[in-house]
């Protein structure tokens, strides 16, 4: 009777020892796994393998993992979520690369191209050759792009008109992504509001050249910094022109829609997107490029996915939080979704109604 009672103890406690192990989880739960959900009360996640498929677009993972802290805003889902506070991510280089000489300006005119590293400070060759080699427009399609000069740095823009499938209403919209300002490195804030700061991919001007700049919110907005890490809802306005040139306004979600919907496109996003090495059929004419993002201090996705800020705040975390919206080489849907202010981002500007004709 004893040694039954003493085995009956002995299993009785191995059984209580399993309970911790069997809710570890696993490797298909942890948080790096887990990609951004396309519903709009979705935060985006941090630290996921990128995706250019489905409803959005997750950035490749960087060598610097974002922290959640304790004190970050949580979502109701259980799956963790990003930390939005500005923070809590930081670049872990603590070393700064030489100035470019191409701070302070538009480093490349727009009508020609430098090929070699020493005439453009960019760090590597140029990859396309010439502008002839880099074509990632539609112009022909739709009557030939118009073109408009960026006084500020003379920059010219390719631009078109996009008239709605199913009404006689039109919109003009650039067909490039906005390329301003003095470029700061990767792992810093746009933070000097007495000019407008830029991010060019991998610290490179010819990258900015190319593919457009990349900005924080608060930069696209031209509002204050201090906008990256708090509400500033009541300076944003109807038409928006942020870091617009004048006559022109920041793009909105509905804008983004119209243009899917635009120009006799019967191919859904994929119409938006340029048939030069970004998986689009480029009906539209709207020519995305693969621009990648600054994501958490981190260059990543070029070529194979865009991004861009909406000029409005989350609505669940109206302090760190904008609205945004991807595209990847095999997107299929126009998310809308949560992320922070600070990843830089590219931009696309719309002409103000009236100004066009």
């Known amino acids: 009777m004893k040694r039954f009672l ?54 490749k993972s960087s060598s610097s993992e974002t922290s959640v802290s304790s004190s970050s805003v949580r ?60 074509w990632p427009f539609s112009c022909n399609a739709h009557g030939g792009c118009l073109e408009f000069t960026d006084t500020r740095n003379n920059r010219t823009y390719k631009y078109l ?36 700061e830029r991010y060019c991919y991998d610290d490179d001007t010819l990258n900015c050249y190319y593919y457009g700049a990349l900005y924080q919110w608060a930069e696209m907005m031209q509002l204050p910094s201090e906008c990256n890490t708090k509400s500033c809802a009541d300076q944003i306005k109807p038409n928006h022109q942020g870091i617009c040139p004048d006559g ?28 030069f090495g970004f998986g689009g059929s480029n009906d539209t004419g709207f020519s995305l490029v693969g621009a990648g993002s600054n994501w958490d201090y981190n260059f990543t996705s070029l070529n194979s996915a865009t991004y861009w800020h909406y000029p409005e705040e989350s609505s669940q975390y109206t302090n760190e939080g904008s609205f945004y919206s ?24 719309v002409m103000v109604e009236n100004q066009a004709e």
């Not at 192990?21 to 298909?28: K, N």
């Not at 396309?38 to 950035?59: D, F, Q």
């Not at 119209?258 to 119409?271: A, L, M």
Request: hydrophobic share 30%; glycine share 6%.
């Open 161 to 196: 008109k996009f008239e709605n499938n199913n009404s006689s209403t039109f919109i003009y919209a650039m067909v490039e992504n906005l390329n301003i300002g003095e470029m700061v490195w990767g792992f810093k804030d746009q933070k000097d509001d007495t000019k407008i």
């Open 6 to 59: 003493l085995g009956f103890a002995i299993a009785l406690l191995a059984a209580c020892g399993d309970d911790d192990s069997s809710f570890a989880p696993r490797d298909d739960e942890s948080s790096s796994s887990i990609e951004e959900e396309s519903s709009s009360s979705s935060v985006t996640l941090s630290g996921a393998s990128a995706e250019s498929n489905g409803s959005s677009v997750t950035p």
């Open 75 to 134: 979502s109701s889902s259980s799956a963790p979520v990003e930390d939005l506070s500005s923070s809590s991510v930081r670049s872990s280089s603590s070393a700064e690369p030489a100035l470019s000489s191409a701070e302070g300006g538009e480093d490349l005119s727009s009508s020609s191209a430098k090929s070699s590293s020493s005439e453009s400070s960019s760090s590597i060759e140029n990859p396309w050759g010439t502008d002839e080699e880099w």
């Open 248 to 275: 022109w306004r920041l793009m909105t979600a509905d804008d983004f829609k119209f243009i899917i919907n635009s120009n006799g496109n019967k191919d859904g996003v994929k119409g938006t997107r340029s048939t």
């Open 326 to 349: 991807s595209q990847g080489t095999n997107s299929t849907k126009d998310p809308r979704l949560e992320t922070m202010k600070t990843h830089g981002f590219s931009v696309r500007c």
